[in-house]
C-alpha cells in the first residue's frame, strides 16, 4: 500500500478528514521536539510549545496557501511558539546568539556524549546541541531536514544575507567545536 504523501494528507485534513493530521504529526513532531527542546532548554516547555504548535497549525492549516513547503510554514509557527514562550519568562534572546566560544567547554562530557551516542549522526546532532540554539537551528534546518536558503530565512524571518552569514558563521563554530575537542578523530 503507498504511503499518502504530505499533499494528500493535508488536502485530507482540509476535507474534513481531521484523523489524518496525525500522519502530519508524526512525520514533525521528533524533529520539532529537538528544536524546540534546544531553543527552550526544558523538555516540559518544549512538550507544551510542540502541542501549542501542532493546535495552532492544525487551526490554521485551512489557510495555509502553499506558497511554500509544509515544513516551511509548519517550523515558522514551532519557531515563533518558541519564541513567545522566551519572552513571556522575560528570557532575553540576546544571551542565547552570545559567541560561540562562550557557550561550551565540554571538558569530562565529551566522553558521556559519545558513550550515549548510538550511532556517529547521533554524536555529531550532540556535538550540534553544544552550539548556540540560533546556530544550532541553522545547521539542522539545512543539514538534517533539508530545508533550503528561502526556506530557512523565512522561518527565522530574517534576511536571506543573514540566513547565509548565519550558516557559516555555524558551520565555522562547528568546526572550531570539533577541532577544539579532537572530535575529528571519532568522526573519522
Do not use: C
Amino acid at each position: 500500500m503507498k504511503k499518502p504523501s504530505e499533499e494528500e494528507i493535508i488536502e485530507s485534513v482540509k476535507k474534513g478528514n481531521h484523523g489524518d493530521f496525525a500522519l502530519l504529526i508524526d512525520m514533525y513532531k521528533d524533529r520539532a521536539f529537538t528544536l524546540l527542546k534546544k531553543m527552550l532548554k526544558n523538555e516540559m516547555d518544549a512538550e507544551e510549545a510542540l502541542q501549542d504548535s501542532f493546535l495552532k497549525v492544525f487551526n490554521s492549516l485551512s489557510e495555509f496557501r502553499e506558497e511554500s513547503k509544509f515544513s516551511t510554514w509548519f517550523y515558522r509557527v514551532v519557531y515563533n511558539t518558541a519564541l513567545t514562550i522566551i519572552s513571556s519568562k522575560k528570557r532575553k534572546i540576546i544571551m542565547e546568539m552570545s559567541s560561540v566560544d562562550d557557550h561550551f567547554d565540554l571538558g569530562d562530557e565529551d566522553n558521556k556524549i559519545y558513550a550515549q551516542a548510538e550511532n556517529q549522526n547521533e554524536y555529531v546532532l550532540k556535538i550540534v546541541d553544544k552550539l548556540p540554539v540560533r546556530n544550532a537551528l541553522v545547521i539542522i534546518l539545512f543539514y538534517i531536514d533539508g530545508l533550503s536558503l528561502n526556506e530557512i530565512s523565512k522561518v527565522l524571518g530574517i534576511s536571506l544575507v543573514n540566513t547565509k552569514v548565519l550558516l557559516h558563521r555555524s558551520r565555522n563554530g562547528l568546526r572550531d567545536l570539533i577541532l577544539k575537542h579532537n572530535y575529528q578523530e571519532v568522526l573519522l
